[in-house]
């Protein structure tokens, strides 16, 4: 599974001032689920990296032809829809999450060096090539902005 940490400033003080003693903070923790799934529904729709908003890398040539002859011209990392159809949340009193359990996410995710993951039994490289990273999970701009505001919500500041 992929894991992602965020960390933002200034916001840690506020979520303190929430987590009283005792206090069950699943109302924050659920809102902060939606918000990190938002953004790789966003990056899956838009094709771009949900912290910095910047285009996913194009498909090399030999991926568009192996993708063309196959009958698939539609969107980067979604030929079947499993990795974007994977993911999941989950929250909880002291958790909020987003990830997929997918063997091929963290690939798409960071990228990879051709033969990273060894060689076939023929003894051509896994991946034949580089494949660069497509990043699918994050939180940008204007997550933060969205987490601020449900934050000041809840806390009242």
Known sequence: MIETEINF??????LTRLAEPGRDMTPVTRQLAGV??????????GQR???????????SPV????RARAGHDG??????????????TDYGPDHATVGTNVPY???????????AFGTTRRGGPIPWGDIPARRFLG???EDEEEIRG????????
């Open 105 to 115: 996410a963290p690939t798409h995710q960071f990228g990879a060096k051709k033969g």
């Open 9 to 14: 400033d200034g916001l840690e003080h506020g």
């Open 150 to 157: 449900a934050r000041r919500a809840l806390v009242g500041a």
């Open 75 to 88: 969107p980067i990392l979604q030929v079947r829809g499993q990795l974007a159809g994977s993911l999941h």
């Open 36 to 45: 990190l799934a938002d953004a790789p529904e966003r990056a899956f729709a």
């Open 49 to 59: 990296d949900p912290v910095t908003g910047n285009a996913w890398h194009p498909l």
């Open 139 to 141: 939180v940008g701009p």
């Open 63 to 66: 991926t568009i032809g192996r």
